[in-house]
């Protein structure tokens, strides 16, 4: 299902397909987030074609809470119910054992929570959030973890190690059960497995060297990006990374800025997916091919031009900073939709000019040239 196409010659960055039962997706890619079957801003599934995206992102966890996961079967799947035709993935709720980390008890069996809407008791294990994902009829659904905070402690990581393998192991014969199912949207569904193990090299490795001999269709790297440094993030995937198979894609999850993807491409990551870029845009926050700037500055109040000059997006070939930032400040609607609107526009480009240079053999200079340059403020 993996066809890795090229790779760079300076580092580890990889240009590759994943054929799908529903489109072949092209990696280097962002997946754009619709935490509940849209992107918060206001952007249709028509939009999210005209700015480029490849696959959407939901959470199994919200929609598992409202509409409710039976629900979206009973409307066709995520892709009927959305009127998004493309892949789409569907986080585990693992995500949701970090963030609601007051609201829930972890068991061998699974996670007990308190709904973060009105209270009410949820039990999650590893069968549940495969037969979720499966009435969501998710492309790839991501197998059961525990996502740890950063720093953790050393014992108290290995044995939650330890129990997402046990979970990744009931994951994969649940899901072949349900895939075997008549009554089953997509039988096709993928799964792709997590490493854990905090930011503790040895674990890491352990782990990744458990998981790999359960049969996924990927392998993400999970917990990170939740109160480490940048550095070390890099230095776990470094860690990681020779240990994972290289006939399948690598998930890099919930990062991040430009940068750190630039910089996780280099070190061989295929998927990303970040809230990032919407939730900055609806503050005014947005990205550039000369670096971030903020809309809300009083400088662009009378500034004609677009965000940025080398932007084809939507809000760039028609609205100036100027009408954007006073939508903005003056918090309608539309000035969130074309900041997000944009910034997903840029991130989807940014990876599209990533595959091209890997497509062209240039990949290294147009890292030296862009991985510190993205980071900066905008001089405009």
Not at 69 to 74: C, F, N, S, T
Not at 181 to 192: A, E
Not at 308 to 329: F, G, Q, T, V
Request: aromatic share 10%; proline share 4%; glycine share 8%.
């Amino acid at each position: 299902m993996f066809k890795l196409k090229t790779t760079d010659e300076k580092c580890k960055a990889r240009r590759g397909e994943l054929e799908t039962p529903h489109g072949t997706i092209q990696t280097p890619v962002f997946m754009n987030v619709a935490t509940c079957g849209a992107i918060k801003g206001g952007l249709s599934s028509e939009d999210l074609e005209e700015i480029g995206c490849q696959v959407m992102l939901s959470n199994t966890y919200h929609l598992h809470l409202r509409p409710g996961d039976k629900l979206v079967y009973d409307m066709g799947g995520l892709q009927k119910f959305t009127g998004w035709k493309g892949p789409t993935l569907t986080d585990s709720g693992g995500f949701q054992v970090f963030s609601l980390s007051g609201l829930r008890k972890i068991k061998e069996e699974g996670v007990y929570f308190s709904s973060h809407i009105d209270g009410k008791r949820i039990f999650m294990g590893p069968e549940e959030s495969m037969q979720i994902q499966s009435h969501l009829a998710s492309t790839i659904a991501m197998a059961f973890d525990e996502c740890i905070e950063n720093p953790a402690e050393y014992n108290y990581t290995k044995r939650s190690c330890e129990r997402t393998v046990r979970w990744l192991e009931r994951c994969r014969a649940e899901m072949d059960r349900l895939n075997a199912h008549p009554d089953t949207i997509n039988k096709g569904q993928m799964l792709f497995g997590i490493n854990q193990g905090s930011t503790y090299e040895d674990l890491r490795i352990e782990h990744m060297k458990a998981i790999r001999e359960i049969p996924c269709d990927g392998y993400a790297i999970g917990g990170l990006a939740v109160g480490e440094s940048a550095e070390e993030m890099y230095r776990i995937i470094d860690a990681v990374e020779p240990y994972m198979p290289t006939d399948k894609p690598r998930y890099l999850m919930g990062v991040g800025t430009p940068q750190n993807i630039l910089e996780a491409v280099y070190r061989g990551v295929d998927f990303f997916d970040c809230v990032m870029p919407s939730r900055n845009a609806r503050h005014g926050n947005v990205f550039t091919w000369n670096g971030k700037m903020n809309l809300c500055n009083e400088k662009y109040a009378r500034d004609a031009r677009p965000i940025d000059e080398n932007c084809n997006c939507p809000a760039c070939r028609h609205h100036s900073r100027s009408y954007i930032r006073h939508l903005i400040k003056a918090k309608e609607a539309l000035g969130m939709m074309l900041a997000v609107s944009h910034n997903l526009y840029f991130y989807n480009e940014l990876m599209r000019k990533i595959r091209e240079a890997l497509d062209g053999g240039y990949f290294y200079s147009f890292y030296q040239k862009y991985h510190n340059l993205l980071a900066e403020r905008n001089p405009d």
